[in-house]
């Protein structure tokens, strides 16, 4: 089946330490997207890339990193800087942005 | 700039009654419209959409929007809830030009029977 992965479903980051949130798609879609959802704030877009090597800041991007190496992959990496990490993290995918987006299923990160 | 508004954080419903969920946007041109339900701790689904065409949109569990250009709006209906619907729902606006999806902050439907 066709879809998007992401992992781990929960993961745990203490003070100071960089985590990086896998996302693997087979959908074939150039468009790869990671949202931050917290509550009562919807979603909002943290980093977008359009094509394999190539990606743009969302409104949030500061304290994340990302790369496009692969066409089905697209890694966040939440690091030191990102003051407020605990949060649902969603990764999407589309044909393009006149698509609609296919979600993962979403990570939870919290900080200990 | 393009937003999305959903004036309703929380409704709540009957099983068996109708349902409408409010959005609004503000974007330039023709706008890439779009609906997605989401269940606790879940990613989104795809409700329906509206690229053009007929202004209103039938989607999947029985779900149903109306585009109104008039107003900017693009309203959720269901005839009857179920209990199986309850979960968080978002409007969102696709925007070529912003090269972006924008999401309104939901709402958060409860049924009770």
């Known amino acids: 089946d066709g879809g998007i992965t992401q992992s781990p479903k929960y993961l745990f980051r203490k003070e100071g330490q960089n985590v990086t949130l896998s996302c693997e798609q087979n959908?074939?879609?150039?468009?790869m997207y990671w949202y931050r959802q917290d509550p009562g704030q919807g979603l909002r877009l943290i980093y977008y890339?359009?094509?394999?090597?190539?990606?743009q800041k969302g409104d949030i991007a500061e304290g994340y990193s990302v790369s496009r190496e692969k066409k089905e992959s697209f890694p966040l990496t939440v690091t030191s800087a990102q003051k407020n990490p605990t949060a649902f993290y969603l990764c999407?995918?589309?044909?393009?942005?006149?698509?609609?987006?296919?979600f993962g299923q979403g990570t939870r990160l919290t900080v200990v | 700039a393009q937003s999305v508004t959903q004036p309703d954080i929380h409704i709540t419903v009957s099983e068996g009654a109708s349902l409408e969920l409010r959005c609004n946007y503000s974007?330039?041109?023709?706008?890439?419209l779009f609906w997605y339900v989401q269940s606790p701790g879940q990613g989104l689904q795809l409700l329906l959409k509206?690229?053009?065409?007929?202004?209103l949109v039938q989607g999947i569990k029985g779900f149903e929007a109306e585009f109104k250009r008039s107003q900017s709006s693009f309203n959720l209906r269901k005839p009857s809830v179920h209990w199986s619907d309850a979960a968080e729902y978002f409007c969102?606006?696709?925007?070529?030009?912003?090269?972006?999806?924008?999401f309104g902050t939901g709402t958060s439907l409860t049924v009770i029977p």
């Open positions: 999407a995918s589309s044909i393009g942005f006149v698509a609609e987006a296919f």
């Open positions: 959908l074939n879609h150039d468009a």
């Open positions: 890339s359009q094509i394999v090597n190539d990606f």
């Open positions: 974007y330039g041109a023709t706008p890439y």
């Open positions: 509206y690229f053009s065409g007929d202004t």
């Open positions: 969102a606006v696709g925007s070529l030009t912003g090269n972006q999806f924008y």
